[in-house]
């Protein structure tokens, strides 16, 4: 498992779980997670938009650039109604970090490695924020508008898994 | 040629069928119409999608967020379609 997936996954059991008092994220917090990672896949997007050597590959980061600032614009305009104000947390710092580290590391590779290496990440990234979407922001979203935004968002994020593992496979046949 | 199409009694009586896109999904997923009425699909996603039937048909390319697409099926038949940038989105759309 990636460095990014298990940090993003112990803060999300840090702020959602099992420390004794009542640690799951407010809508603050939550709207802080979801700008973020939205924003994470948006850099990574850039990065490969610019870098990939498959066209399909940069094809895929358009449409996460695309996509995710659909999906910020529409979180952004609904915090900004509903007067809350995204409060960072030990999640979304995580997330930050992790999008950093995958950046970093996206920006010594090149060609075909390059393009697994994005593509590979892109796969598990979708798989953990699906996940924490259905295990934390989702059940514990409060604002009725909020869990629907975050309802509705989700099953785009399925679409972009399901694209990412197809690609995934069509490189491991590439070199083979 | 006076019996050869729907021209007529189409154009007295086509109707305008709305298939919204919205949630990543076409609603409904399966519509029925007539040759000549139309079908408007509107994007209520905060992203592109398309419309794009499967078989050579039609493609509507992007649909950008908040626009519609207006197509008038002019071949009766049954026509799966798909976005191609969400290919998880499929609909059908049958014509009499």
């Not at chain 2, 997923?29 to 592109?48: C, E, H, Q, S, Y």
Request: overall charge positive.
């Amino acid at each position: 498992m990636k460095i990014t997936t298990i940090a993003f996954a112990s803060a999300l059991f840090l702020v959602g779980g099992a420390a004794a008092q009542d640690t799951a994220p407010n809508d603050a917090q939550i709207a802080s997670i979801v700008v973020t990672a939205n924003q994470v896949d948006i850099d990574a997007g850039k990065l490969a938009k610019s870098k990939a050597a498959d066209k399909e590959v940069k094809a895929f980061a358009q449409q996460m650039i695309t996509d995710h600032t659909g999906v910020n614009k529409s979180a952004t305009a609904l915090v900004k109604k509903l007067k809350v104000k995204p409060e960072d947390n030990p999640t979304s710092a995580s997330l930050k970090s992790g999008g950093e580290e995958n950046v970093s590391k996206l920006k010594g590779l090149k060609g075909a490695a390059f393009d697994s290496a994005y593509v590979d990440h892109e796969v598990e990234y979708h798989q953990t924020v699906i996940d924490a979407l259905d295990k934390t922001l989702i059940p514990n979203a409060k604002n009725d508008e909020l869990k629907a935004l975050l309802v509705k968002v989700r099953p785009a994020f399925v679409a972009h898994l399901e694209h990412a593992k197809q690609i995934q496979t069509k490189l491991g046949k590439k070199g083979s | 040629m006076l019996f050869s199409g729907s021209g007529f009694a189409a154009a007295t009586r086509a109707t305008t069928h709305t298939v919204v896109i919205e949630g990543t999904q076409f609603t409904p997923g399966d519509l029925t119409v007539k040759r000549g009425d139309a079908v408007v699909w509107i994007n209520k996603d905060p992203f592109p999608h398309t419309a794009t039937a499967s078989a050579a048909g039609f493609d509507s390319k992007n649909i950008a967020p908040g626009k519609s697409w207006k197509y008038r099926p002019r071949k009766a038949g049954v026509f799966p379609y798909s976005c191609t940038l969400h290919t998880t989105m499929k609909g059908t759309l049958h014509v009499e």
